[in-house]
C-alpha cells in the first residue's frame, strides 16, 4: 500500500517571504502522479500543483514550485512571496495509475499560516 | 458551470439514526469517491466507484453504505453501526484514470 507522510503539522511564515512544506511518500511503482492540495477555510479543496512522475522537470504554478526528488521519495512545496491568502491546510498527494482505476491517498496535512 | 454538489451542508444525526449524504456531478465524469476528514488527519478513503452499479471499499467502509445507480450520482449512507460518525465528509469525481479529481464542497456530519 502506498503512504504519505507530511511530518510538519504546523508552520507559520511572514508575509512576502519563502516558506517550504516537506512531504515524504512510500511506493514500489513507477507510474504515478504526485498533487499538493490547498483547503483554506471554507474546506473547498483546491489544487495547487500537479508533477507526474516520469518528468525530472520540477513542476511550477507562478508562486508555486516543487523539489522533487524521485530515488529519495520525496515532493516538497515551495511557496514564495507568501500571501495572507495563502493562510490554508496543504496536503500533499499520490496517485497511482492502474488499469483499474486512480485511488487518490494523502497525508496528514500542513497548516500553514502567513503573518502580515 | 459543471461541478459537484454536496448537500446539505450541516448535517445533524442523533445516534441510532442512519442519514444519507448527497453527491451529485454533471461532468459526465466515470469515476466517484467518498473520503472522510477528521481533525489533524488526512482524507481517508471510504468508497469509490468507477462505473456505474459497481464500487468498491476503501480503506475504511466499516459502518457505511454506498450505490451508484446513476452515472452523476453517488450517496453515501451513514449506519447507525458507524460508531464516531462525526466528521467533515468530501465527495469527488475524476475521469477514469485521468489523474485529476474534483471536489465538492463538503458535509459537515455532527452526532447530537
Known amino acids: 500500500a502506498q503512504t504519505v507522510t507530511q511530518s510538519q503539522p504546523e508552520m507559520s511564515v511572514q508575509e512576502a517571504e519563502t516558506v517550504t512544506l516537506s512531504c515524504t511518500y512510500d511506493t514500489s511503482e513507477n507510474n504515478y502522479y504526485l498533487f499538493w492540495y490547498k483547503q483554506p477555510p471554507s474546506r473547498q479543496m483546491i489544487l495547487v500543483i500537479r508533477?507526474?512522475?516520469?518528468?525530472?522537470q520540477n513542476a511550477t504554478e507562478n508562486r508555486f514550485s516543487v523539489n522533487f526528488q524521485k530515488a529519495a521519495k520525496s515532493f516538497s512545496l515551495k511557496i514564495s512571496d507568501s500571501q495572507l491568502g495563502d493562510t490554508a491546510m496543504y496536503f500533499c498527494a499520490f496517485i497511482l495509475l492502474e488499469t483499474s482505476g486512480s485511488r487518490l491517498t494523502f497525508g496528514e496535512g500542513t497548516q500553514l499560516t502567513v503573518n502580515p | 458551470d459543471g461541478g459537484i454538489t454536496q448537500s446539505p451542508k450541516y448535517l445533524f444525526r442523533k445516534e441510532g439514526q442512519n442519514v444519507t449524504l448527497s453527491c451529485e456531478q454533471n461532468l459526465n465524469h466515470d469515476a466517484m469517491y467518498w473520503y472522510r476528514q477528521d481533525p489533524g488527519q488526512g482524507l481517508r478513503l471510504i468508497y469509490y466507484s468507477q462505473i456505474v452499479n459497481d464500487f468498491q471499499k476503501g480503506d475504511i467502509a466499516e459502518g457505511y453504505s454506498v450505490s451508484r445507480e446513476k452515472k452523476e450520482s453517488f450517496p453515501l449512507t451513514v449506519t447507525s453501526a458507524q460508531k464516531n460518525p462525526t466528521a467533515f465528509y468530501l465527495c469527488?469525481?475524476?475521469?477514469?484514470?485521468?489523474?485529476?479529481?474534483?471536489f465538492g464542497s463538503g458535509t459537515r456530519l455532527t452526532v447530537v
Open positions: 469527488a469525481s475524476s475521469i477514469g484514470l485521468y489523474p485529476g479529481y474534483t
Open positions: 508533477q507526474e512522475a516520469y518528468k525530472q
